[in-house]
């Protein structure tokens, strides 16, 4: 190393020195995804750029009387086989029958509860539910076919935003009390990355896969919002640190570069932690926690990378372009 | 030393206490993890109310939803289905019964006064003042320490109530529930503000009487009575199979999770994950004690948790191996490995801290839920990374050498071959005082 003071035992990465590299790739990692979600913007309908499920547009619940007990492994089967007849995500809920209230036909032990998308008048969805039914149970008996609202309503999801917007405010703030605004804008900037690269993932695989964003997806965004700040403050905290032993020694450049290289070992084995249990989510875990799950393996990743090659930069290239007007002036 | 030694018989007692907890208190789980009950209301007409609105119904589920859910998190569900029916699912509760008394009663509530019959008898008469003038009503006490039922009406009701009391002044005013007379204060004086008391007379309400008062003015701050047409229980939302496998596969990654701490920081490793496992007992005692309902999007605030108390855990052992590295000696180390930490620590989980406080007020009912726990678990998590960490840490290790640096994962040679040791000088002195 030609520098003659290294605090650093191992330089793995160089931030400083291939920055537009870096920033490339980062465009390049955003690119399909913002293009998933303009095509989705203008192809779905009531320009919503992700696919939604019931969750925000409400549908139908159609309610099955059957006269058998239901196991855990028959309430998967019936999802699959329900998925194999085309009909997409459906919400499935055993209701235990109440015999006081089943007053025409108390042979009926328990209810089969499938929520859905909107039906409406197609009768051949109907029965196509009931045939898939019919497989297994003995004269499945429709109850009814109800419609119900979004419990996640446009209100629930602008109040969401509003709340949304004023954390980033508070951390803002907080991180410009703290650090700078220039650290506090990175932070942000890199928060705006990982949320817009999994979103655009999402538009991307509800597109080609019909995938769907429940109530959950806002809870995931969550999560990986709250990993992203974690992990550019830690690098964050390392160059405050760094620059009140070594500004007058060294460079902000080879600063930011020693920074990131101190911390790079906890980064990657911090995410490596999250990713062994989302891991075994995805493949051990249920059905219906599946894309849930995705989109954090999805968020903390990208998390990881951005706290490492685009916050990191953002802060080396706005400090390089200060001195740069010092000097100039 | 002697510090060290109590607060690990406090660390101790508080993992007992937790037990205690986890034992005794019921687990509650939501709706779409556990199921519960299901009920559906029907909306009833009032001489007042004609017809149910939209606008009724809306305020009809406010009212229930403001009932049920007391820590503001989706603990139960209320929908709209229909024009005039609310389905509400509560979680836990399979006993209908049960289900019942926790949605309260749904009848209304209304204010009557006292007037003379036509053979001097004395009758109650309609004031246009019911349930749905009424914002709140809780338990209290006054300056003598009798239990009290305090009064809180909204706006609507706080005018009406002014003028009803200004015309009333040393006369009764009753209130009827569901048709029956529940009490008949006196009023004193004119009350303005929309704030009442209602005691019990010279010996006072029982402890009893005066919770049923609350509960009943509760309920009554209804807009339209409704009554009960359904009832049933239900399976949780997510699927039981689908819950079963996500609670194999939780499991599996923890437990990896665990293992890979040892494997990359063996003694230190190990130490943190007897901590981690602590910090859960503790988290999972909070929750129950509180009582937390626990959603999916609340687990996935708890696991994000735990993953900041790894985290934490992370940052200090790879900052004492730097330490270490730099040839610093052991108690040195582990002390800056906490210390230098601490800073990134405290200003990451600040951010998360302000962040779940803001979606917690503002936020809608799943996103209060991750908020809660999430806010909850960092807090411990702080308490549990480092207090307890450090504790057993310095209880090991006590001030001696390092004699087997493969303890820490490193390599006889690699202690004091990394970079100057011009960095901690500024604060050594510190470091070296055994506190």
Same mark, same amino acid.
């Given at each position: ?24 790739? %980062? ?16 192809? *779905? ?84 539910? %009931? ?7 003995? *004269? ?58 999994? %979103? ?130 | ?435």
């Amino acid at each position: 190393m030609a520098t003659s003071i290294n605090i650093t035992s191992r330089h793995l990465i160089d931030i400083v020195k291939y920055r537009v590299v870096w920033l490339c790739i %980062t465009a390049m990692l955003l690119l399909p995804g913002t293009i998933g979600l303009i095509w989705a913007a203008i192809h *779905n309908e009531h320009h919503i750029p992700l696919k939604v499920g019931i969750d925000y547009t409400g549908g139908t619940i159609l309610q099955y009387g059957v006269k058998e007990d239901i196991s855990n492994t028959a309430l998967g089967t019936i999802r699959t086989n329900l998925e194999k007849a085309g009909l997409e995500n459906p919400n499935i809920q055993i209701i235990h029958a109440n015999a006081e209230n089943q007053k025409e036909n108390k042979d009926i032990k328990n209810i089969i509860s499938i929520r859905t998308k909107f039906i409406g008048q197609e009768t051949s969805t109907v029965n196509k539910i %009931t045939e898939v039914l019919s497989q297994d149970y003995q *004269n499945p008996d429709l109850i009814s076919v109800s419609s119900v609202g979004p419990t996640l309503g446009k209100e629930l999801f602008k109040n969401s935003l509003i709340a949304l917007t004023l954390a980033f405010l508070g951390i803002t703030i907080y991180l410009t009390v703290r650090f700078k605004f220039d650290y506090a804008l990175a932070a942000i900037l890199g928060i705006a990355h990982d949320v817009l690269f999994v %979103t655009g993932a999402f538009a991307l695989l509800g597109i080609f896969y019909n995938v769907q964003v429940d109530g959950l997806f806002i809870t995931a965004i969550l999560t990986v919002v709250g990993f992203s700040v974690h992990d550019t403050i830690v690098v964050f905290d390392r160059v405050r640190e760094n620059l009140r032993y070594y500004s007058k020694k060294m460079s902000f450049g080879e600063i930011m570069n020693a920074s990131v290289n101190q911390t790079l070992a906890r980064s990657l084995n911090t995410s490596l932690t999250i990713l062994i249990t989302l891991l075994a989510l995805y493949f051990f875990g249920g059905v219906t926690t599946k894309d849930f799950v995705l989109a954090m393996i999805l968020g903390i990743t990208i998390g990881t990378w951005s706290s490492i090659f685009f916050c990191s930069v953002l802060v080396e290239f706005w400090e390089d372009k200060k001195k740069k007007a010092v000097s100039a002036a | 030393m002697k510090n060290k030694i109590i607060l690990f018989w406090a660390i101790v007692l508080i993992v007992i206490a937790s037990i205690v907890t986890i034992c005794v208190k019921p687990t509650k789980l939501g709706l779409d993890l556990v199921g519960g009950s299901r009920l559906v209301l029907e909306a009833e007409t009032t001489k007042d109310i004609a017809t149910i609105t939209p606008d009724v119904m809306s305020r009809l589920q406010f009212a229930i939803e403001n009932r049920v859910n007391k820590l503001g998190v989706a603990e139960t569900v209320v929908q709209q289905v229909g024009d005039k029916r609310l389905l509400i699912e509560i979680p836990n509760v399979t006993d209908l019964k049960e289900a019942k008394a926790f949605l309260g009663e749904t009848a209304q509530l209304v204010f009557k006064k006292e007037a003379v019959g036509k053979d001097g008898e004395q009758v109650w008469e309609d004031v246009g003042l019911t349930g749905q003038d009424l914002a709140k009503s809780t338990l209290s006490t006054d300056q003598t320490g009798q239990w009290v039922v305090s009064l809180e009406f909204n706006a609507a009701g706080s005018k009406k109530f002014a003028d009803l009391t200004k015309a009333l002044v040393g006369k009764q005013m009753a209130i009827f529930f569901d048709g029956e007379l529940q009490s008949a204060p006196v009023i004193r004086e004119p009350i303005y503000g929309g704030k009442a008391q209602i005691s019990g007379g010279d010996s006072g309400f029982e402890y009893a009487e005066a919770e049923r008062m609350v509960n009943l003015l509760n309920a009554g701050a209804l807009p339209v009575p409704a009554k009960i047409v359904e009832e049933n229980t239900v399976g949780p939302t997510l699927g039981a199979d689908s819950i079963a496998k996500s609670k194999f596969a939780g499991a599996v990654g923890l437990g990896f999770v665990m293992l890979f701490m040892v494997l990359v920081y063996r003694l230190p490793g190990l130490i943190a994950d007897i901590a981690l496992i602590i910090y859960s007992l503790m988290l999972f005692a909070l929750f129950k004690a509180i009582p937390v309902t626990l959603t999916l999007a609340g687990i996935a605030g708890f696991i994000l948790s735990i993953g900041m108390a790894v985290d934490a855990n992370i940052l200090i052992f790879e900052r004492m191996k730097e330490e270490l590295r730099a040839g610093r000696n052991l108690f040195t180390a582990i002390n800056s490995g906490f210390d230098r930490a601490f800073t990134s620590i405290f200003d990451s989980n600040m951010t998360t801290i302000i962040t779940s406080v803001i979606l917690y007020m503002l936020g809608s009912s799943i996103v209060k839920g991750f908020a809660l726990t999430l806010a909850i678990g960092v807090v411990v998590s702080m308490f549990s990374a480092i207090t307890i960490t450090k504790n057993f840490m310095h209880l090991i290790f006590g001030t001696g050498e390092l004699k087997y640096p493969a303890l820490f994962g490193l390599k006889a040679s690699e202690i004091g071959k990394a970079y100057e040791a011009t960095e901690t000088k500024r604060e050594n002195a510190r470091f070296g005082i055994l506190d």
